[in-house]
């Protein structure tokens, strides 16, 4: 059985980390912070003419449907 020393020992260890765990989620907690991506993928596509995105999209697609799964055979 532990000494009361020892448990009071274990116990700031873990309110340590509790504090530290607190100061993260709170620097997490904005919801616009995972957004940023989304902002400047959608800032760098602004001025593309949509025929040009669809022709990206489409040889996007040509490109992984000409090429095989691993541990498939080519058609």
């Known amino acids: ?19 530290a765990l607190q100061m993260q989620q709170a620097g997490a907690a904005d919801p616009e912070a995972g957004l940023d991506w989304y902002r400047r993928t959608a800032e760098a596509f602004k001025d593309i003419p949509v025929e040009d995105i669809e022709a990206m ?3 996007g697609r040509e490109f992984r449907e000409s ?8 058609p």
């Open 1 to 19: 059985m532990a000494t009361l020393a020892e448990l009071e020992k274990r116990l700031e260890a873990v309110e340590r980390q509790l504090a």
């Open 57 to 59: 999209y489409r040889y």
């Open 67 to 74: 090429q095989s799964y691993p541990g498939e055979e080519s």
